[in-house]
């Protein structure tokens, strides 16, 4: 891990974590080691280089998951408030497929629209299931990036917690458990728990044991202190996904 401190660094002043700031001229992916990518940024409003944009934060990994598609997991021990961009092609609502639409951001700049980049890795994240955390959501400057107009946009996203190697980074889909169930719904499916043996996720401090552990007939008061003890924030005024 880098030092704490904003000191400078080639590419712009670091974050608390380690990390190039989002408004600095440097790539805020960051390898295994923890260290900053030295690579700069293509632009000023992308803030990621060429090949973290081709390839991903090398400190995350999307990954198949045995019933959900692709999810994605740290591939570190990511301390809370590390950042992830969720960037794609900028488009105006109207302009943008039907179909990709349910699953493209929404901003007030227009959709934001990560399908045709495999290197977006946002685009890969769960939906945290009814027992279950989310890792990550909007950071407080999450638009710091964003100006209309432009062929592409970043939105900042920050983890909430602390995620342990190889455990899932999670989001809820829309603003709260209510209208995530009723986007789940629309879309025709089964919102469940997501975390597995492999890639664990965080669970709800009263949530039973995951069903994986179940099977191994383990008891719930051992597997009780697994579970973090983490507050979920509750204010939350955005919607994430279109629909
Ligand atoms: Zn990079």
């Given at each position: ?15 608390v ?6 408004t600095s ?14 690579i ?5 409003l ?9 390839t ?5 990994k ?5 019933r ?8 570190r ?11 794609g092609n900028l488009?105006?609502?109207?302009k ?8 493209a ?6 959709m934001?629209d990560a399908?045709p980049?495999?290197?977006?890795q946002?685009?890969?994240c ?29 939105v ?6 602390p ?9 809820m889909?829309n603003?709260?458990e209510?209208s ?14 997501v975390?597995?043996?492999r890639?664990p ?9 995951p069903?994986w552990?179940k099977a ?5 008061k051992?597997t ?5 003890n983490?507050?979920?924030?509750t ?9």
């Amino acid at each position: 891990m880098a030092k704490k401190g904003n000191k400078s660094a080639p590419g712009g002043r670091l974050s608390v974590n380690g990390q190039h700031l989002p408004t600095s001229d440097g790539c805020i992916a960051t390898y295994r080691t923890g260290k900053p990518c030295s690579i700069p940024r293509v632009s000023k409003l992308m803030p990621y280089c060429g090949k973290c944009m081709r390839t991903g934060d090398p400190s995350l990994k999307a990954v198949k998951h045995p019933r959900f598609g692709k999810i994605l997991i740290a591939k570190r021990n990511l301390p809370k408030g590390y950042y992830v961009a969720w960037w794609g092609n900028l488009l105006p609502k109207k302009k943008i497929a039907r179909k990709r639409m349910e699953w493209a951001l929404e901003t007030t700049k227009g959709m934001v629209d990560a399908v045709p980049y495999d290197g977006s890795q946002l685009k890969y994240c769960a939906c945290v299931g009814p027992n279950e955390l989310p890792t990550i959501d909007f950071a407080p400057n999450s638009d710091v990036l964003l100006n209309r107009g432009e062929d592409k946009a970043a939105v900042m996203f920050r983890t909430l917690r602390p995620i342990p190697r190889n455990w899932q980074v999670d989001m809820m889909y829309n603003k709260d458990e209510k209208s995530t169930d009723e986007f789940f719904q629309e879309q025709g499916i089964c919102r469940g728990d997501v975390g597995t043996k492999r890639y664990p996720a965080l669970r709800k401090k009263n949530a039973d044991p995951p069903v994986w552990l179940k099977a191994t007939g383990m008891k719930k008061k051992a597997t009780k202190k697994k579970v973090m003890n983490m507050k979920l924030k509750t204010s939350k005024s955005r919607s994430k996904k279109s629909g």
